[in-house]
């Protein structure tokens, strides 16, 4: 917005015909041209990050996915940046505008500058040019991003920059440019803060509907966290009054006996209740923006050794890149590792097909990673069980593989569930929100 003011300027001073004399007015009009050549390596700017930071669905289009890049990268940004400066010099030179001349227009009794090129005058318009070149290139690539949110907005940026640069060409014509150039620059400024504020509102929505679901969470959290204390609390009492009704004379051995299972019944409860706060007590998750891709290599490279082991093939395919998500990369790789182990050890050695298959998917405001092994199956009365702690099918263990992964992705605002489960193998899904964005409904049906 800086940039269009800059070049409102530039042509509000040719205006000053009866105030300024014409080298005032080419001083100004030469540093105001600031506007107009860097709002071309900006719009480049902005076109890369999104295009970078965007999940964008790879296919059969090649060439589009070389567009992206090998042309919007930072080597040709600062290559375009560079160009401008130089574009930019040439014009405080006789080379690039040699002088002002003063016109009228038939139909109008107002005077103004209008700007004389000299030799290298093409190159101001060769660079303008280049507008048309960029949007174009935005125009094939913008249908290959997966975010609804940005790509309309995109979208409608580049048919509201088109207009503008239509309005702007009719510059280099002193009958029509003075005019519809400053419309061209107040019709898209105006559409363009039109967008900004309706993102803005999508956003703060987003972010109120997050936050009242963390809220929540926190919420549930620290009601689980008073009722182990409370359990704690009466089992010391129920503990301590055993202790004194055992050092009562003539107790029969049935009351012996009895008051043996209430202690070991006593110190069974207190063993869980210090394991479900330990299980309760991880330190608060801290999110940063980070690539699901290189979370999900990690933990398939460092579960290689139970795979190779046991012989499990594990097949990762990826459609996306980049993959960003707002994660805790230490936490989510544990997610992995602890699914990877789990699958692993729920594949028996004489099964023929020993493999685990990982996917991802985005859907809308949500990233989907699927994951199937080829175990032996869990039983559907199961499903919704296998994600409490202490539940476990195996012999050994404490039962608390799911559930982290669970309580994790709970704090990512995300959900696992399983879809399918067979005696021909496990299908979890695993759903997190993009950019921080999750779509709350579903997420509150995948926890029902």
């Not at 299980?279 to 998750?285: C, E, F, L, P, T």
Request: proline share 3%; net charge neutral.
């Amino acid at each position: 917005m800086c940039l269009l003011a800059f070049w409102q300027f530039y042509i509000g001073v040719l205006y000053f015909e009866e105030s300024w004399n014409e080298d005032v007015v080419l001083l100004l009009f030469r540093m105001f041209r600031f506007g107009p050549i860097f709002t071309i390596p900006t719009l480049f700017y902005l076109i890369s990050i999104i295009i970078q930071d965007e999940p964008m669905r790879k296919g059969n289009n090649r060439w589009i996915e070389g567009i992206s890049k090998s042309v919007f990268n930072k080597k040709n940004f600062y290559l375009l940046l560079a160009w401008s400066v130089f574009v930019y010099l040439v014009d405080w030179t006789t080379l690039g505008i040699a002088k002002l001349n003063i016109v009228s227009l038939d139909f109008s009794s107002i005077k103004f500058y209008y700007p004389v090129y000299g030799t290298l005058g093409l190159l101001f318009k060769i660079h303008m040019a280049s507008f048309v070149l960029i949007l174009t290139m935005a125009f094939i690539i913008l249908p290959k991003l997966l975010n609804a949110n940005t790509k309309n907005f995109l979208m409608r940026f580049s048919i509201y920059a088109v207009l503008f640069y239509t309005f702007g060409l009719l510059n280099f014509h002193p009958a029509t440019g003075m005019i519809t150039g400053s419309i061209g620059v107040i019709l898209f400024s105006t559409l363009i803060m039109l967008e900004f504020v309706k993102l803005n509102t999508n956003m703060k929505l987003n972010y109120h509907e997050l936050m009242e679901r963390q809220k929540k969470l926190d919420y549930t959290g620290s009601l689980t966290a008073s009722l182990i204390h409370e359990v704690k609390n009466t089992n010391q009492i129920i503990k301590g009054f055993s202790k004194m009704l055992n050092k009562i004379e003539f107790m029969t051995d049935r009351d012996n006996g009895a008051i043996e299972m209430i202690m070991k019944s006593s110190e069974h409860l207190r063993e869980l209740a210090d394991n479900y706060q330990e299980y309760m007590k991880a330190s608060k998750i801290v999110l940063k923006v980070d690539d699901l891709k290189s979370v999900i290599y990690n933990a398939i490279e460092m579960s290689q050794e139970i795979t190779k082991e046991r012989h499990v093939e594990i097949e990762f395919i990826n459609h996306f890149k980049p993959l960003k998500a707002y994660i805790n990369k230490t936490y989510l790789e544990q997610v992995f590792i602890n699914l990877i182990k789990n699958s692993v050890e729920a594949i028996p050695e004489g099964k023929e097909i020993k493999k685990i298959t990982i996917r991802t998917e985005v859907v809308d405001k949500s990233i989907l990673i699927h994951f199937w092994d080829t175990g032996n199956g869990i039983p559907f009365e199961n499903w919704e069980s296998v994600f409490n702690p202490f539940m476990s099918n195996k012999d050994s263990g404490m039962g608390l593989g799911l559930p982290f992964v669970k309580k994790v992705l709970i704090e990512h605002l995300g959900n696992i569930s399983i879809v399918e489960s067979t005696a021909m193998g496990t299908h979890f899904q695993i759903e997190l929100p993009q950019n921080g964005l999750v779509d709350l409904e579903q997420l509150d049906k995948g926890s029902a």
